[in-house]
């Protein structure tokens, strides 16, 4: 089982990027999703979760209106579209799957900066 995440880059405020989440090696359709974030010296935290069909979808405050997760089930791909971003999203973003075991995702660097 396995997830590789993808889409991280270094792109200014205001801007947007989209991570994506391929997973293999596993049922797809039956695991709810979720993106977590850790920034430099801050623990690791929740941005936003969905459901293994894709109907219910949880975000954490700091990103709400900003940030949308979303899935394709044929692909076998979770998605992090994020828009009108900060300094402070600044981290390492890990996908997660979660069923009767967690399967994590390698991170990839997202940073914001001018």
């Known amino acids: 089982a396995q997830l590789v995440g993808s889409g991280g880059g270094l792109v200014q405020p205001g801007g947007a990027l989209r991570l994506s989440c391929a997973a293999s090696g596993f049922t797809f359709s039956g695991y709810g999703m979720s993106w977590h974030r850790q920034a430099p010296g801050k623990e690791c935290e929740l941005v936003a979760s969905i459901s293994n069909g894709g109907a219910t979808t949880n975000y954490a405050d700091s990103v709400k209106g900003r940030f949308t997760i979303s899935r394709d089930n044929a692909k076998s791909t979770v998605y992090l579209q994020m828009s009108s971003l900060k300094p402070e999203d600044t981290a390492v973003y890990y996908c997660?799957?979660?069923?009767?075991?967690?399967?994590w995702g390698q991170g990839t660097q997202v940073t914001v900066s001018s």
């Open positions: 997660k799957a979660m069923n009767w075991r967690t399967i």
